[in-house]
Nanobody
Framework: QVQLVESGGGLVQPGGSLTLSCAAS????????MGWYRQAPGKQRELVAA???????SYAEPVKGRFTISRDNGKNTVSLQMNSLKPEDTATYYC?????????WGKGTLVTVSS
């Protein structure tokens, strides 16, 4: 079993920055893709960014150029640097990974962008 624990959420003003971190523990051998999803109130959960085990990255269109996903395989962590935050980025952000075809999720961290 894989445990994912997110940290770094909080309240930030529009235009500000925030970095989310996710630490993986447990049965971590074999983790392939890791990613960040978000879910705003009343909306479906959506992919924000993902990175493969080989370092390829992909981003949702609304966050391209503002968010950066990075991964440290030695520390079993994945981070999401978020810049130029907008009110519409307000959501609970979830860390996710695949391991041998099974999907694992963290419990989420809330990001609120408001003045």
């Amino acid at each position: 079993q894989v445990q994912l624990v997110e940290s770094g959420g909080g309240l930030v003003q529009p235009g500000g920055s925030l970095t989310l971190s996710c630490a993986a523990s447990g049965s971590i051998f074999g983790i392939s893709t890791m990613g960040w999803y978000r879910q705003a109130p009343g909306k479906q959960r959506e992919l924000v960014a993902a990175t493969t085990g080989r370092g390829s990255t992909s981003y949702a269109e609304p966050v391209k150029g503002r968010f950066t996903i990075s991964r440290d395989n030695g520390k079993n962590t994945v981070s999401l640097q978020m810049n130029s935050l907008k009110p519409e980025d307000t959501a609970t952000y979830y860390c996710q990974c695949f391991r041998y075809g099974m999907e694992h999720w963290g419990k989420g961290t809330l990001v609120t962008v408001s003045s």
